[in-house]
Protein backbone atom coordinates (compact mmCIF):
# COMPACT_ATOMS: atom_id res chain seq x y z
CA UNK A 1 0.00 0.00 0.00
CA UNK A 2 3.05 2.22 -0.40
CA UNK A 3 5.31 3.95 1.96
CA UNK A 4 3.14 5.16 4.76
CA UNK A 5 1.60 2.53 7.37
CA UNK A 6 -2.18 1.90 6.86
CA UNK A 7 -4.85 0.24 8.69
CA UNK A 8 -5.87 -1.37 5.62
CA UNK A 9 -3.13 -3.24 4.06
CA UNK A 10 0.65 -3.98 4.68
CA UNK A 11 3.30 -1.30 3.52
CA UNK A 12 6.95 -0.22 3.37
CA UNK A 13 6.82 1.42 6.56
CA UNK A 14 5.86 -1.31 8.12
CA UNK A 15 7.72 -3.78 7.20
CA UNK A 16 10.48 -1.70 7.51
CA UNK A 17 10.03 -1.09 11.23
CA UNK A 18 8.93 -4.39 11.90
CA UNK A 19 12.17 -5.89 11.21
CA UNK A 20 14.72 -3.12 12.54
CA UNK A 21 12.61 -3.38 15.90
CA UNK A 22 13.58 -7.38 15.83
CA UNK A 23 16.96 -6.53 15.76
CA UNK A 24 16.80 -3.77 18.00
CA UNK A 25 14.93 -6.02 20.34
CA UNK A 26 12.52 -2.75 20.98
CA UNK A 27 9.86 -0.89 19.11
CA UNK A 28 11.70 1.26 16.15
CA UNK A 29 9.94 4.37 14.36
CA UNK A 30 11.53 5.24 10.86
CA UNK A 31 11.48 8.44 8.93
CA UNK A 32 11.65 8.07 5.16
CA UNK A 33 12.98 10.85 2.59
CA UNK A 34 9.52 10.56 0.43
CA UNK A 35 6.67 8.97 0.44
CA UNK A 36 5.89 6.67 -1.88
CA UNK A 37 2.33 6.05 -3.27
CA UNK A 38 0.71 2.50 -3.81
CA UNK A 39 2.23 1.06 -6.82
CA UNK A 40 5.31 3.42 -7.00
CA UNK A 41 8.59 1.79 -6.70
CA UNK A 42 11.89 3.09 -4.81
CA UNK A 43 15.24 2.38 -5.60
CA UNK A 44 17.08 5.06 -3.76
CA UNK A 45 14.58 6.14 -0.60
CA UNK A 46 16.86 6.90 2.41
CA UNK A 47 15.60 5.97 5.71
CA UNK A 48 16.91 6.98 9.21
CA UNK A 49 16.19 6.10 12.60
CA UNK A 50 17.15 6.66 16.42
CA UNK A 51 18.40 3.32 18.65
CA UNK A 52 19.81 2.68 21.60
CA UNK A 53 20.90 -0.80 20.45
CA UNK A 54 24.88 -1.21 19.62
CA UNK A 55 24.72 -3.25 16.22
CA UNK A 56 27.46 -3.18 13.43
CA UNK A 57 25.81 -1.79 10.26
CA UNK A 58 26.47 -4.95 8.33
CA UNK A 59 23.98 -6.96 11.45
CA UNK A 60 21.86 -4.17 10.51
CA UNK A 61 22.03 -4.70 6.72
CA UNK A 62 21.75 -8.60 7.16
CA UNK A 63 19.42 -8.75 9.94
CA UNK A 64 16.67 -6.29 8.25
CA UNK A 65 17.07 -8.14 5.26
CA UNK A 66 16.42 -11.82 6.50
CA UNK A 67 13.61 -10.10 8.12
CA UNK A 68 12.03 -8.05 5.04
CA UNK A 69 9.70 -9.59 2.28
CA UNK A 70 11.27 -10.58 -1.01
CA UNK A 71 10.13 -7.49 -2.93
CA UNK A 72 11.67 -4.77 0.22
CA UNK A 73 15.44 -4.85 0.65
CA UNK A 74 17.71 -2.87 2.48
CA UNK A 75 20.91 -1.82 0.57
CA UNK A 76 23.34 -0.22 2.81
CA UNK A 77 23.64 0.87 6.80
CA UNK A 78 25.86 3.48 8.12
CA UNK A 79 25.39 5.55 11.55
CA UNK A 80 24.57 9.19 11.06
CA UNK A 81 24.95 12.36 13.90
CA UNK A 82 21.73 12.40 15.42
CA UNK A 83 20.79 15.74 13.94
CA UNK A 84 20.65 14.55 10.77
CA UNK A 85 17.07 13.90 9.26
CA UNK A 86 16.14 12.03 6.18
CA UNK A 87 13.22 14.16 5.11
CA UNK A 88 14.49 17.94 6.20
CA UNK A 89 18.01 17.56 5.23
CA UNK A 90 17.50 16.62 1.92
CA UNK A 91 18.43 19.09 -1.26
CA UNK A 92 17.03 16.99 -3.82
CA UNK A 93 15.41 14.12 -5.08
CA UNK A 94 15.47 12.85 -8.21
CA UNK A 95 12.28 10.92 -9.73
CA UNK A 96 12.68 8.41 -13.16
CA UNK A 97 9.09 7.46 -14.76
CA UNK A 98 9.32 4.85 -17.08
CA UNK A 99 7.30 3.87 -20.38
CA UNK A 100 7.09 1.76 -22.76
CA UNK A 101 5.98 1.39 -26.17
CA UNK A 102 4.80 -1.75 -27.00
CA UNK A 103 1.79 -3.17 -29.36
CA UNK A 104 1.85 -6.62 -27.44
CA UNK A 105 1.12 -7.21 -22.98
CA UNK A 106 4.68 -7.76 -22.15
CA UNK A 107 5.31 -10.22 -18.83
CA UNK A 108 8.00 -8.70 -17.35
CA UNK A 109 7.13 -5.29 -17.43
CA UNK A 110 3.84 -5.47 -15.99
CA UNK A 111 3.29 -3.32 -13.10
CA UNK A 112 7.10 -1.77 -13.99
CA UNK A 113 6.34 0.46 -16.26
CA UNK A 114 4.02 2.45 -18.68
CA UNK A 115 2.74 0.89 -21.54
CA UNK A 116 1.58 2.94 -24.53
CA UNK A 117 1.06 1.36 -27.57
CA UNK A 118 1.06 4.97 -29.67
CA UNK A 119 3.96 6.00 -31.42
CA UNK A 120 5.49 8.58 -28.89
CA UNK A 121 7.70 11.52 -30.75
CA UNK A 122 10.66 11.49 -27.66
CA UNK A 123 12.67 14.83 -29.21
CA UNK A 124 9.18 16.78 -28.69
CA UNK A 125 8.49 15.26 -25.20
CA UNK A 126 12.07 16.66 -24.40
CA UNK A 127 11.44 19.61 -25.70
CA UNK A 128 8.52 20.87 -23.59
CA UNK A 129 10.03 18.85 -20.59
CA UNK A 130 12.18 22.06 -20.49
CA UNK A 131 9.51 24.36 -19.66
CA UNK A 132 9.39 22.46 -15.94
CA UNK A 133 12.78 23.51 -15.37
CA UNK A 134 13.24 26.11 -12.76
CA UNK A 135 10.69 27.25 -10.08
CA UNK A 136 7.43 27.14 -10.45
CA UNK A 137 3.91 27.08 -9.45
CA UNK A 138 2.96 23.64 -9.86
CA UNK A 139 -0.77 23.51 -8.64
CA UNK A 140 -1.87 22.28 -12.38
CA UNK A 141 0.52 19.09 -11.61
CA UNK A 142 -0.53 18.18 -8.02
CA UNK A 143 -3.29 16.30 -6.69
CA UNK A 144 -6.11 17.73 -5.66
CA UNK A 145 -6.06 16.22 -2.21
CA UNK A 146 -2.28 17.46 -2.04
CA UNK A 147 -1.53 18.57 1.40
CA UNK A 148 1.59 20.53 1.00
CA UNK A 149 1.42 24.15 2.06
CA UNK A 150 3.03 25.32 -0.81
CA UNK A 151 2.23 24.42 -4.68
CA UNK A 152 5.72 26.29 -5.78
CA UNK A 153 8.81 23.68 -6.17
CA UNK A 154 12.51 23.93 -8.03
CA UNK A 155 13.04 21.41 -10.97
CA UNK A 156 17.13 21.76 -11.94
CA UNK A 157 16.94 18.54 -14.23
CA UNK A 158 14.50 17.50 -16.94
CA UNK A 159 14.87 15.05 -19.69
CA UNK A 160 13.10 13.03 -21.93
CA UNK A 161 15.25 9.79 -23.49
CA UNK A 162 14.47 6.79 -25.98
CA UNK A 163 16.31 3.53 -25.95
CA UNK A 164 14.34 0.95 -28.29
CA UNK A 165 10.98 0.44 -27.04
CA UNK A 166 11.67 2.06 -23.78
CA UNK A 167 11.43 5.84 -22.85
CA UNK A 168 12.11 7.14 -19.88
CA UNK A 169 11.39 11.20 -17.73
CA UNK A 170 14.47 11.63 -15.17
CA UNK A 171 13.88 14.95 -13.16
CA UNK A 172 15.17 16.27 -10.18
CA UNK A 173 13.76 18.98 -7.67
CA UNK A 174 14.02 20.37 -4.41
CA UNK A 175 11.05 18.66 -3.62
CA UNK A 176 7.70 17.32 -5.06
CA UNK A 177 4.04 17.97 -4.60
CA UNK A 178 1.60 14.88 -4.34
CA UNK A 179 1.66 13.10 -8.12
CA UNK A 180 3.81 15.61 -9.67
CA UNK A 181 5.73 13.36 -11.96
CA UNK A 182 2.49 11.43 -13.02
CA UNK A 183 0.79 14.36 -13.85
CA UNK A 184 4.00 15.52 -15.66
CA UNK A 185 4.49 12.39 -17.38
CA UNK A 186 0.88 12.68 -18.10
CA UNK A 187 0.96 16.05 -19.99
CA UNK A 188 4.28 14.43 -21.82
CA UNK A 189 2.78 11.39 -23.32
CA UNK A 190 0.02 13.69 -25.05
CA UNK A 191 2.83 15.70 -26.55
CA UNK A 192 4.32 12.62 -27.18
CA UNK A 193 1.37 11.47 -29.22
CA UNK A 194 0.56 14.80 -30.92
CA UNK A 195 -2.54 15.81 -28.96
CA UNK A 196 -0.80 19.01 -26.88
CA UNK A 197 1.90 20.66 -28.57
CA UNK A 198 5.19 21.16 -27.33
CA UNK A 199 4.29 25.05 -25.74
CA UNK A 200 1.53 23.74 -23.95
CA UNK A 201 3.67 22.85 -20.63
CA UNK A 202 4.41 26.41 -19.88
CA UNK A 203 0.56 27.11 -20.81
CA UNK A 204 -0.79 24.95 -18.29
CA UNK A 205 2.01 25.90 -15.25
CA UNK A 206 0.72 29.36 -16.01
CA UNK A 207 -3.28 28.49 -15.61
CA UNK A 208 -2.48 26.94 -11.90
CA UNK A 209 -5.93 24.70 -12.32
CA UNK A 210 -5.38 20.78 -11.70
CA UNK A 211 -8.69 20.21 -13.92
CA UNK A 212 -6.53 22.03 -17.31
CA UNK A 213 -4.23 19.05 -16.96
CA UNK A 214 -4.39 15.84 -18.75
CA UNK A 215 -4.31 12.48 -17.06
CA UNK A 216 -2.36 11.22 -14.43
CA UNK A 217 0.37 8.46 -15.51
CA UNK A 218 -0.17 5.47 -13.48
CA UNK A 219 2.10 4.63 -10.49
CA UNK A 220 3.59 1.61 -12.11
CA UNK A 221 5.86 3.24 -14.41
CA UNK A 222 7.29 6.17 -11.33
CA UNK A 223 10.86 5.16 -9.44
CA UNK A 224 12.64 7.11 -6.74
CA UNK A 225 15.77 7.12 -7.95
CA UNK A 226 17.70 8.93 -5.54
CA UNK A 227 18.13 11.90 -2.70
CA UNK A 228 20.72 14.21 -2.60
CA UNK A 229 22.30 15.34 0.81
CA UNK A 230 25.04 17.84 1.76
CA UNK A 231 28.19 16.50 1.49
CA UNK A 232 29.00 17.33 5.36
CA UNK A 233 26.86 14.03 5.63
CA UNK A 234 29.08 11.74 4.11
CA UNK A 235 26.28 9.20 2.94
CA UNK A 236 26.84 6.21 1.34
CA UNK A 237 24.11 6.23 -1.26
CA UNK A 238 24.76 6.87 -5.12
CA UNK A 239 22.22 7.15 -7.82
CA UNK A 240 22.02 3.58 -9.62
CA UNK A 241 23.06 2.88 -12.58
CA UNK A 242 19.95 3.26 -15.39
CA UNK A 243 20.86 0.20 -17.66
CA UNK A 244 21.52 -2.05 -14.62
CA UNK A 245 18.04 -1.49 -12.89
CA UNK A 246 16.09 -1.69 -16.02
CA UNK A 247 18.51 -4.37 -17.76
CA UNK A 248 16.05 -7.46 -16.80
CA UNK A 249 12.91 -5.72 -18.03
CA UNK A 250 14.87 -6.01 -22.02
CA UNK A 251 14.46 -9.41 -21.90
CA UNK A 252 10.86 -9.16 -23.29
Known amino acids: MGWQRQHHGPSVQAELERALSRIANADT ?7 TDTGVHAVGQVVHFDCTATRHPHNWLAGAN ?14 VSPSFHARFDAESRRYVYLIRKQSRRSVLSHNRAFSVPQTLDVGAMHAASQAFIGEHDFSTFRAAGCQSR ?46 LPTCAIASLLERRDRTAAPFAAPPSGLYLWHVSYPAAHDLTTSPPVLADTFAPLRLG
Not at 66 to 79: K, M, T, Y
Open 29 to 35: AVVCAGR
Open 66 to 79: SALPDDIAVRWVQE
Open 150 to 195: SPVRCVTTARVRCAGDWVWFDVTANAFVQHMVRNMVGALVQVGRGE
